[in-house]
């Protein structure tokens, strides 16, 4: 009789911290806000920006998240979001997290897994790089 192993689940990757969130959020809210104040020549570096981010997405990360080593995944099966799903997340629900004084992305602070509204929405979970 032939024994079936199981195939070898990885281990979850920990989620991020609400402080390295924030750090990523500041350091993309400076990449894509600061070239519009530079005149003709932040026009070509802000739609390159935005480019980025753009791309970004498809990988589950925004441009702070690339930059400091985090990704979207699905909250249950821990796998990347992909791109559809970051757009709703960045474009809806974190229009909705800002809406009623910022609370949904304070709930961050609250919550168990560290969930904004944003990621709520998705049912994401955003977590560290791990290789």
């Known amino acids: 009789m ?7 689940q990885k281990p ?5 911290s ?8 500041l350091v993309e809210a400076f990449l894509l806000g600061f ?7 932040g026009l ?18 925004t441009i702070g998240k690339q930059l400091t080593g985090m990704t979207v995944v699905d909250s249950r099966t821990r796998e990347e ?3 559809g799903m970051m757009f709703l997340r960045e474009i809806l629900g974190k229009t909705i997290s800002g809406l ?20 709520k ?3 994401s979970v955003v977590v560290e790089d791990t290789g």
Do not use: N, Y
Request: charged share 20%.
């Open 2 to 8: 032939q024994e079936t192993m199981e195939p070898e």
């Open 12 to 16: 979850h990757a920990p989620l991020a």
């Open 18 to 25: 609400p402080a390295k969130r924030l750090g990523a959020h």
């Open 35 to 41: 070239p519009w104040a530079l005149g003709e020549v």
């Open 44 to 61: 070509i570096l802000g739609l390159g920006m935005w480019a980025w981010e753009l791309w970004c997405w498809s990988k589950s990360k």
């Open 81 to 83: 979001v992909g791109w």
């Open 100 to 119: 009623v004084i910022m609370l949904g992305f304070a709930w961050i602070l609250i919550d168990d897994e560290h969930q904004g509204w944003h990621d």
């Open 121 to 123: 929405l998705i049912g």
